[in-house]
């Protein structure tokens, strides 16, 4: 036999009402990822089961540049990343071209947004025929590309690239594949000297304009060679490193491998990069990917939601961790679980996220015991937890002994008859809540013959006393109240002609001391009164 929910309910335990708890879709991006993770109860324990290949589409919600270059690297191997980097550079280039003093300024800076025609209208306006038509016709073609090189060369032997301006020398380069460094020259007479730049510093272009210069511009046959050649130019100190989680999507592409000691990788992107094997996580992925999980979830926590960190932690790879963190965030967020499952929290823990009942009602229990302080509806919870011994042992030590003391005698009998309903599992039911079932329906009994469970009640309550510990103030108290009650009730129907071996007992019930002397004098002195008067 169990005991349910409607049971508990219907009884006088008053059960705190809590606050609303925290939605999964408070964090971005979760509750479509929840949608697509099946959850199982493993041996008792949540767990995530195996998924094939998730898009990375699919998890992204919004217009989130993050999420959208992920899907065009990972979900399409890169394919669309030119028309996406041109999206992301456009207010880059509209800011360049309004702060370049010249036509071939603005030319650079509309090369950079990958708008060679724009860039050769500016060019023809400043008369640059010969830059104009280069632009239009060299593109991506690399023999194009290493004529202009070749030209570049011969210029710089024979000293002609004196005569050009920066910006000039710059569009060549650019055009020539090289888009880093604009190279100088010395070693050759003072009129012949020319200065070396890097071409994003000295045209102020950002870093996501500089890496589009490789992109479209650097001659280079994949997304992973470009960057890799910002990678490598980085690392030379000529470009500054991008502080940027683009960045380290772009370099997480091109390695295939996740480098941990300088990448951030987020924790929803990397279980779906695990799950479809698009990168490398190492020998100890599960490690480190538990590693993440953890971290994650502390954050979540320590934004105050909740429940997105139960279902983050839901990924652990050990199913002891992830029963021992659980029911830690179970217990720390008990008071925010409404037993009427108002918010719908309660159903996405058990329903949902497939986390046992007994274990979201044992940290209730807790939560009553430590915070709340109220021993009912500590029982309360421990009876739906189904830990019938530490319902028992709650009910027999604090519950039960406050309702007698407070002569709460209805409260009694209704926590006492669930107990009740689960007497065979309780092997001191007889010597334990029995006692305190029946003492409800005794102590105002008022016919002459006892009641036919009279000696299981007195045996049980002394039974009782010779458990308890003199340190018990509680529990003591309430075993003599009800030792006087039961006394004063033999008293009562002996008085009336009835039964008088309760009242005979008074000496060996669980009395204060000083009662018990009174009952005593009161015998002795009863009896002679009976002797005289015969």
């Not at 730049?197 to 589009?212: E, K, P, T």
């Not at 006087?484 to 309760?502: A, I, Y």
């Amino acid at each position: 036999m169990t005991i349910n929910d409607g049971e508990v309910a219907q009884s006088r335990i008053t059960i705190t009402k809590s606050v609303e708890g925290e939605d999964l879709a408070s964090v971005p991006n979760l509750q479509l990822q929840m949608d697509q993770t099946e959850i199982k109860s493993i041996n008792g324990v949540p767990t995530v089961m195996s998924q094939g290949p998730v898009t990375i589409r699919s998890l992204a919600s919004g217009d989130d540049d993050f999420w959208e270059l992920a899907s065009v690297l990972f979900d399409n191997d890169g394919a669309d990343i030119s028309a996406f980097w041109e999206k992301l550079v456009a207010k880059s280039t509209e800011q360049s071209i309004a702060e370049a003093q010249t036509h071939e300024e603005k030319a650079i800076a509309l090369l950079a947004g990958n708008q060679p025609a724009e860039a050769c209208k500016h060019l023809l306006a400043g008369k640059n025929y010969r830059l104009a038509t280069l632009v239009a016709a060299v593109g991506a073609n690399e023999q194009a590309k290493k004529d202009v090189r070749e030209q570049l060369k011969y210029w710089q032997e024979s000293s002609v690239l004196s005569e050009f301006s920066e910006p000039i020398r710059a569009l060549y380069e650019i055009l020539a594949g090289n888009t880093c460094i604009c190279a100088g020259a010395k070693g050759v007479p003072i009129e012949s000297r020319i200065e070396s730049f890097v071409i994003s510093d000295r045209f102020n272009l950002d870093w996501l304009q500089a890496f589009g210069l490789r992109l479209w511009h650097g001659g280079h046959k994949s997304v992973s060679e470009a960057v890799r050649s910002f990678k490598a130019d980085i690392e030379q100190d000529r470009e500054p490193e991008p502080d940027s989680p683009l960045w380290g999507l772009l370099k997480l592409f091109a390695d295939r491998r996740v480098d941990y000691g300088d990448y951030s990788l987020s924790w929803q992107l990397s279980r779906a990069l695990y799950s479809n094997g698009n990168v490398s996580f190492g020998d100890d992925a599960e490690e480190k990917l538990d590693e993440m999980t953890n971290t994650f979830a502390a954050e979540l926590s320590a934004k105050g939601a909740w429940l997105p960190a139960l279902f983050v932690l839901i990924h652990l790879s050990s199913p002891s961790a992830r029963t021992a963190v659980i029911r830690e965030q179970l217990g720390r967020n008990a008071a925010l679980v409404d037993d009427k499952d108002k918010d719908r929290v309660l159903s996405t823990l058990t329903q949902t996220l497939k986390i046992p009942a007994a274990w979201i009602w044992e940290a209730k229990a807790l939560h009553a015991r430590s915070v709340l302080q109220d021993p009912a509806a500590e029982f309360a919870y421990l009876l739906l937890a189904e830990d019938w011994a530490e319902a028992n042992r709650t009910f027999l030590r604090r519950v039960a002994p406050t309702c007698v003391v407070q002569r709460r005698y209805g409260d009694l009998f209704e926590y006492a008859s669930l107990l009740y309903r689960i007497r065979d599992r309780l092997p001191d039911f007889s010597s334990g809540a029995a006692v305190y079932l029946l003492f409800p329906a005794t102590r105002g009994w008022d016919e002459a013959k006892m009641p036919s469970w009279i000696d299981n009640l007195t045996q049980g309550l002394v039974a009782l006393r010779q458990g308890t510990s003199d340190e018990s103030i509680l529990e003591v108290a309430a075993l003599a109240d009800m030792a006087e009650d039961l006394v004063r009730m033999g008293s009562r129907v002996w008085k009336k002609g009835g039964e008088g071996r309760l009242y005979k007992q008074a000496g060996a019930l669980p009395l204060t001391e000083d009662r018990r002397q009174k009952y005593l004098r009161d015998l002795v002195f009863e009896g002679m009164a009976m002797v005289g008067g015969q």
